[in-house]
């Protein structure tokens, strides 16, 4: 189906006059690209992946911060959809690092042959579109344009990161980085003063992974967050033949779970239980690998306040008993949000981080920073003098990728403008006025709050079966009504309303207090919180009703606009 280049109308960076013609485009190879890229070749179509970094792996290939690892289980995060790969692959830890995930995503892409479709160190700038031809135009930095029928965004939830808005940052005159941008080829920090600033779910695995390899380690903390063990472990060889022959098991567990892992949730009401029930299931999953202290757990602790305090107390007195020094432990305990409200970040011994004598922590609630300086970070108590800075400041999560490319849909609308205040989806995956573009990642979708190699699978496989009917239909645009789309919305909000994490500031809320606009106020609902279950048999709804929500074609505009959506909840 490949359609020849040709020369391209209007000038600009051209190439040398000639504009690039694909069926269809994908944006990014980490885990969406790779199988959304995959899918597309099954189906015959001639398809190109874009990536702006020099390899596959999408936040594998850039995070490669001391402590960087799956909170996943390794053997729940791989692809399921080839038996081959699951038979070939071997894990070696139950929470694998960023090395071998990285590792595992290149094996993927050469066992799949799909290198030859990707193109690195191409950044993608502008996606504009051609409304007469039904055509996207994508802008590639130092690169001819390209157009393409359909395209796809496989940018990421976390790959933009966000900077820290303090006085002075770039006049620090040694190391100073995001963790995002930590050094590829490494960076020795022994005997180093190092001071980080952050303790979300990234400065937690840099603390405890770098506490006891430093000379002087000061973490500037602006709010704790409630954390608890990851107890990682090596695989052995006759485990992973073990896992190799229940994989079939493990991927139906995890779609019956809500957050897509093994982990299920207490069939017992918490209410129900008794207090020593109670006590006797949480020490047991606190010791339990993985997320299980958290979605194995009764469900009241989402969404009932007085539940959920009562865990938070619990998980409150297990930091206390692992922290020395109990004024530094009520300093690492949250006061403002209880235990799962935001996403739990999972860590190895970071509380124990705090009992060694080159570890200080600053509370910058109490004593601010004022500014970076040339020699280090002042405070309104004192200056300390680091040899390397290291900025754990987050992402601006889930639409702040789409926000670094210029997207224009019908008329020269701007998805940005669109998707402000906050992002308006259909299923997350497409938005209407920008025909034949799915973000099988985006905002709205289950990508951000179920294990996210399942969330993929479930969209990936979801807009591709679409796209193999409408290309059986001869279709060349499609695009959701109005009416479907402000359905979906409504019902994202209704599962906001739900559960307690509306109430906290975190990336799940869409608050980063180093992004204008993003502070403390409205909620952004950019995540889909009904589950992983509940996503599926609304997509499975939506196949088996023929995608009633959308308009194929030009022609059937009219007569498919006036069409009752499908209901958005299950």
């Known amino acids: 189906m490949r359609i020849e280049d040709e020369a391209a109308p209007g000038g600009g960076n051209d190439g040398g006059g000639a504009v690039e013609r694909r069926d269809a485009v994908v944006v990014g190879t980490g885990v969406c690209g790779i199988y959304q890229l995959h899918r597309l070749r099954e189906m015959g179509l001639d398809a190109l992946a874009l990536d702006a970094n020099p390899g596959p792996g999408g936040t594998w290939w850039m995070n490669r911060y001391p402590g960087a690892r799956f909170d996943s289980e390794s053997y729940t995060y791989g692809f399921s959809f080839s038996k081959e790969l699951l038979e070939e692959w071997n894990w070696s830890e139950r929470f694998s690092g960023q090395p071998e995930n990285l590792r595992y995503l290149d094996f993927v892409v050469d066992r799949l042959d799909l290198r030859r479709l990707m193109r690195f160190d191409s950044r993608v700038t502008a996606a504009r579109w051609d409304d007469a031809r039904n055509l996207w135009r994508l802008e590639v930095e130092g690169a001819r344009p390209i157009e393409c ?43 180093k003063r190092v001071g980080i600033i952050g303790t979300g779910a990234t400065g937690i695995q840099i603390i405890a992974e770098i506490a006891d390899k430093v000379g002087e380690l000061t973490v500037f903390q602006r709010r704790p967050n409630w954390s608890a063990p990851l107890n990682n472990s090596p695989i052995s060889a006759e485990e992973m033949a073990r896992i190799k022959t229940r994989y079939d ?23 129900e239980a008794t207090p020593e029930e109670r006590r006797a299931l949480w020490d ?22 007085k539940a959920n305090a009562l865990f938070s107390d619990y998980i409150a007195e297990r930091i206390r008993g692992r922290v020395k020094d109990q004024s530094v432990a009520e300093k690492l305990i949250p006061k403002d949000h209880g235990f799962g409200w935001a996403r739990v970040p999972l860590e190895t011994r970071y509380f124990e981080a705090y009992n060694r004598d080159n570890v200080e922590l600053v509370d910058v609630s109490e004593t601010p920073i004022e500014r970076i300086t040339p020699t280090g970070i002042r405070t309104s108590a004192r200056e300390f003098e680091l040899d390397v800075i290291v900025y754990a400041t987050g992402f601006d999560a889930v639409t702040g990728a789409f926000e670094m490319l210029d997207v224009e849909g019908i008329g020269g609308r701007r998805l940005n403008e669109k998707w402000t205040p906050e992002p308006l989806t259909w299923l997350g995956m497409m938005t209407t006025g920008f025909p034949n573009l799915f973000t099988p990642s985006g905002p709205q979708s289950s990508s951000a709050t179920v294990n996210y190699p399942r969330s993929i699978e479930m969209c990936v496989n979801f807009v591709s079966d679409l796209m193999e009917g409408a290309l059986a239909r001869g279709a060349t645009r499609i695009e959701p009504t109005q009416a479907a789309e402000d359905a979906w919305v409504k019902h994202v909000r209704e599962m906001y309303e739900m559960l307690l994490l509306r109430k906290s500031r975190s990336w799940f809320t869409g608050y980063n207090s180093n992004v204008e606009g993003r502070e403390i106020g409205k909620v952004r609902h950019i995540v889909y919180n009904g589950g992983g279950p509940k996503y599926q048999r609304i997509l499975a709804r939506t196949a088996a009703e023929g995608y009633r929500d959308l308009v194929f074609d030009r022609g059937e505009t009219e007569a498919r606009a006036e069409a009752p959506p499908a209901r958005a909840g299950a």
């Open 149 to 191: 029928r359909w395209l796809f965004l496989g940018i990421g939830v976390l790959s933009r990161p966000t900077m820290p808005r303090i006085a002075g940052v770039g006049d620090f005159q040694g190391p100073e980085f995001h963790t995002y941008d930590w050094p590829h080829e490494g960076l020795d920090l022994a005997g």
């Open 249 to 271: 098991e493990i991927f139906a567990t995890c779609a019956a779970s809500p957050g897509g892992f093994e982990h299920i949730p207490a069939e017992k009401g918490f209410w």
């Open 284 to 305: 047991r999953l606190y010791d339990q690998p993985g997320f299980g202290i958290w979605l194995s757990n009764y469900r009241e602790i989402f969404t009932d306040e």
